[in-house]
């Protein structure tokens, strides 16, 4: 440990250490982000918390955690304000803890429509990312914010995260690339009547919802599970289901 690390109170030790072990443990039944993010964000005596997974597929940022963070605001992200990013894809290329301002002045930040539409409106404002690989496979990110009327992040949680990155890892690489707990119930019950060689309009009648319905969530179902066609939905629902 670097010294900086040294500055933490006898509960945020008694975190660390809580945290380390359930990253460690040989047998990692529970869902990674929501049993130890909380924690991190504790640890990094952080405000706001976002991770999402990359769908190379599809080329966008899916599948979102999220803590203190408005979900219509994360809705906005995911249709409109990733692809007006400057900076995340940035960071993603550094694999590595790193402050926001890296890449990107806090005053250009400041002028963009992305922060003043996206990010200003959940008060975020000093931000830290983390980006890892495992085996060529984009793993689930980690963003943590702090507000304005804080202090920006310092070298204390850059070293965290460095520390608790390859912990962090190896237990991310443990689960499954695509699973069916990234559907919906609605997008399951879909995506299960595909397997089925349903068509959409009998899926439209068996759930009792509209054709054009159908359609979004078969075109949720696609992104989801990294399909390119109904024949990929299928073998996968099944590859999932065993």
Known sequence: MTGHIYDMSGQETRIFANV???LSSGNLNFDVREEVFPDILKLLRADVLASFEWNGRSNSYGNAFIINQDPENVARYRKWFQYRDPMTDKLRGLRRAAHVE???SRRDLSKTEFYND???????QHGVNLFMQ???RELADLRVWRYGSRPDFSDREIDLLTILAPFIRRALSLVPAVSLDMLTD???DVALLVARGCSDKDIARVLGIGFATVRTHVGSCLAKLEC???AEVAA?????SH
Do not use: P, W
């Open 20 to 22: 380390i072990g359930a």
């Open 102 to 104: 890296e890449v990107i």
């Open 236 to 240: 996968q629902v099944s590859k999932l």
């Open 228 to 230: 390119s066609n109904r």
């Open 134 to 136: 495992a085996n060529g």
């Open 118 to 124: 996206f990010l200003a409106r959940d008060g975020m």
């Open 186 to 188: 609605r997008e399951r």
